[in-house]
């Protein structure tokens, strides 16, 4: 069976190392390590594997974080099968670090981190190194454009520069899509394009209104936002405000560990309050310098100190819940069309994801698309409801998708406006646009106008409480909508 996995992120290397198992295997992504958000990670994996923590009480932290959308089967998989891929990779020589930490969500000491908050970085070169001694993987350096699909099955991937590499299915793990935000903790080169290709092909498409927002990245004028781990509050960093005062127990019983959207949306109230800056404070975590090496590295990058300084923080685009519809084996509905990693939305996730579930995601089901039966995506029939209106086929340029996004899709939405960003989406701009960019702002503006409520990470202010009516997964394609029904008895 030849495999044509697109992306070189943890997913894809950890797929691809599986997929040659089977058959001959090509990794189309372009060259650069960091144009992967897998090395962009601060935060580890979340296994069960310290004394006392199980599988269950995991999954029900999952469960809790996704506000009653996530997929139960998809929860169950997760959190069974992460301790044995961390096992597989311990037993090949991940160095990970020797004891878990605790990060926000978690009832238990299980995120499971390799060199401090540089675990991506190490992840990532250490699969790569995986997959750079593996003979039977090809990697070619190039942007695919289109996955091909006659008689209704991906048969290969075009690429940018006129290839068309023929294949008996195709894995994406392209990564997710928050570069469509100005403000966003990930590469820029992560705009969507596997859900773009993914819609064209005819997949559907899942739960696009669910962005998480980080509370914390760095909010310095004229420097990109950065990530300023979670694991920095799990280890005592509070947040203050332009005084100097700690604002979080008023928001939340959990302060700084509340849910993510939650300590989002103090700090840009805090922000307003006060009129001036919100601050991390981590200068009571004991050895942060070595500790929290990338962090401390990003702060040093603006002339700060981490061990000295109160740090400017604001909350930027972190994470797509939502992204291709697929099955636990990471099967789209589309025949021959698998997905793994960020750009895949198996319901894990719900409305809300749980700290370093990410990583975890990628390695569990991407070894399991690598594994999966050539068969129909095992999913519930998907009846079309409602059309859609035609689709942006020019893109506006990336620099106007992300002040629209910033502007109208981000931690805290209003209908009107959501309906103003869609039809300008829609309206569509120039040849030299991003069409996925914008093809995904159009959809996430959509889907966060349809959902009439507030839930995980979608708030609007002008419907702040979640709506019973509401918990169901919505679903998209070129066709129109349909809707998952959440049965009564997942989630909570
Ligand atoms: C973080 O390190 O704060 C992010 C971890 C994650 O998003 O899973």
Do not use: K
């Amino acid at each position: 069976m030849r495999t044509v996995v697109v992306g070189a992120g943890a997913a894809g290397l950890w797929c691809a190392l599986h997929a040659a198992e089977r058959g001959p295997v090509t990794i189309l992504a372009p060259g650069a390590a960091t144009l992967s958000a897998t090395a962009w990670a601060q935060g580890g994996v979340a296994a069960a594997t310290a004394p006392g923590d199980s599988p269950e009480a995991h999954a029900e932290d999952t469960l809790a974080a996704g506000a009653g959308l996530c997929d139960e089967r998809a929860v169950a998989v997760l959190t069974r099968e992460a301790p044995g891929e961390v096992r597989r990779l311990a037993e090949l020589g991940m160095p990970f670090d020797p004891a878990p930490t605790l990060e926000a969500g978690h009832r238990a000491r299980r995120v499971l981190h390799a060199g401090g908050d540089a675990s991506g970085r190490v992840l990532h070169r250490f699969l790569a190194d995986l997959v750079e001694r593996e003979g039977r993987i090809r990697r070619l350096d190039g942007l695919a454009t289109a996955v091909e699909v006659e008689g209704g099955r991906a048969v290969g991937v075009r690429t940018a520069d006129g290839r068309r590499l023929v294949a008996d299915r195709v894995v994406l793990a392209t990564g997710g899509a928050c570069g469509i935000y100005g403000h966003r903790t990930g590469p820029d080169t992560s705009i969507g394009d596997g859900i773009a290709m993914a819609w064209d092909a005819g997949a559907a498409l899942a739960d696009l209104e669910f962005v998480q927002f980080h509370p914390t990245a760095l909010d310095v004028p004229g420097h990109p936002s950065r990530l300023l781990t979670e694991a920095l509050r799990g280890e005592g960093a509070i947040l203050a405000d332009a005084r100097g005062e700690r604002f979080m127990p008023r928001f939340h019983e959990r302060a700084e560990l509340a849910p993510r959207d939650v300590v989002a949306r103090a700090v840009l109230r805090v922000r307003e309050e006060t009129g001036g800056p919100v601050y991390l404070d981590a200068r009571g975590v004991p050895d942060v310098l070595t500790r929290f090496p990338v962090a401390a590295a990003q702060c040093h990058e603006v002339g700060l100190d981490l061990s000295l300084d109160l740090i400017p923080v604001a909350p930027a685009a972190h994470y797509f819940m939502g992204g291709v519809l697929t099955d636990t084996w990471g099967r789209t509905t589309v025949r021959g069309l698998l997905a793994a990693g960020e750009v895949a939305c198996t319901g894990v996730h719900g409305a809300n994801r749980l700290a370093s579930n990410s990583l975890a995601e990628t390695l569990v089901f991407g070894r399991r698309a690598a594994l999966a039966e050539d068969a129909p995506a095992e999913l519930p029939p998907l009846p079309i409801s409602e059309p859609i209106g035609p689709a942006p086929t020019l893109g506006l340029l990336l620099p106007a998708v992300r002040e629209l996004a910033d502007r109208h899709l981000g931690p805290r939405r209003r209908g009107p406006e959501l309906e103003a960003a869609a039809e300008r989406l829609a309206a569509g701009g120039v040849a030299a646009g991003s069409r996925s960019a914008t093809l995904v702002a159009w959809l996430v503006a959509l889907t966060a106008l349809r959902r009439e409520e507030s839930r995980g990470g979608h708030f609007r202010e002008d419907l702040p409480e979640p709506n019973p009516a509401w918990r169901l997964r919505q679903v998209v394609t070129p066709r129109g909508w349909s809707a998952l029904p959440i049965p009564a008895t997942m989630g909570r």
